[in-house]
């Protein structure tokens, strides 16, 4: 079966545009759920396209989502707290706990056919097992004990939770499809005009991911990924929106169906630099010192069962190269657009997720 309504959570961040792109380039009807000042931004972006309009939801877990997906077939839940969140501990639990189970009753309720989540490698152990059913055994008592420098416990727990409360809610609804996906780090370019999500420079951390990419733009660079895996933005599209036509998930039991999706090559960052200076030699000044940059090896992940389910082939996934260098010039793109706006280009050189 075919569906042609979709609902995007999280729809104004990195990943969350890039599938309501594709949906609407595949001709569906999307709504994009965004709130505050990224609601008018989103709409700005997507402006040339009928079948798109914005919801304003302040907050899944206290928003009244009874007739938010009427005639809605698919949900996918893309919208998270991140790690750079500095909020009560209270709010993400209530987040990834009651507005995860709020959010998907009221979908099945009205009808949603099918639901796919967007989680995190996180949720793994990094030594592994990479199993449907293999968990990080960090809780919210953990997250609750720690302070304010280890903030990036809670978004571990959080996503935990959240992956958790989303599979146990499938086991009791089999009448609703439910499919987890966790990429490792995502990077890619940006949807056009993605500047108007990111207008001016106090605002980087809207880029997400795709921060770390930035930073390689400055030749005083400390800001590197303290994790290994990585896929290209592309290539998580994809598999979101493959996964729900795919009927082979049919197969598989509630619990299983929750995948773990990296590309099958390292994130070497001393070879990508230099790979930047040789295509994009007016950058050169720019870029960081490849000699202070990392190499992390591939995310184990199960390839053969990512092609069967998800739909990506295993020689389709972008090379680093391309993935960062895309990306590099989304960032230009939006540099230029700070410029016309008045903006004086200045990134603090510190993490954004700790």
Known sequence: MVYTSYFVTGASGLLGSQIVKKLLDAGYTVQGAARGDKVSQLAKVFETYDKFTVVDIPDLASSDLNTLFKDVEVLIHVAAILPSFRGPMEVVEKFATEGTEKMMNAARLAGVKSIIVTGSQVTYNIEGPFGPRDWRPITFEDARKTTEAQHFVVYIAQKIICEQT??????????????????????????????????????????????????????????????????????????????????????????????????????????????????????????????????????????????????????????????????IDGILDIEKYWKEQGFEISLPNEHLFN
């Open 166 to 327: 989303v599979m146990n809610w499938a086991e009791k609804h089999r009448d609703t499809r439910v499919v987890i996906i966790d990429p490792t780090y995502i990077f890619g370019p940006f949807v056009p005009n993605y500047k108007y999500i990111v207008n001016n420079p106090k605002l980087y951390s809207a880029e997400s991911t795709n921060y770390f990419v930035h930073f390689l733009l400055r030749s005083d660079n400390e800001v590197f990924v303290v994790y290994p895996g990585w896929v290209d933005l592309r290539n998580i599209a994809d598999a979101h929106v493959n996964a729900i036509h795919n009927t082979a998930i049919d197969q598989l039991e509630p619990r299983d169906r929750r995948f773990l999706l990296g590309a099958p090559e390292e994130h070497n960052w001393k070879k990508v630099i230099e790979h930047v200076k040789e295509v994009r030699p007016e950058l050169a000044a720019r870029l960081s010192d490849p000699e202070k940059a990392p190499v992390w090896p591939m995310q184990v992940s199960d390839l053969e069962r990512n092609e069967k389910y998800l739909g990506i082939k295993k020689d389709s996934y972008h090379s680093f190269n391309k993935s960062i260098v895309d990306t």
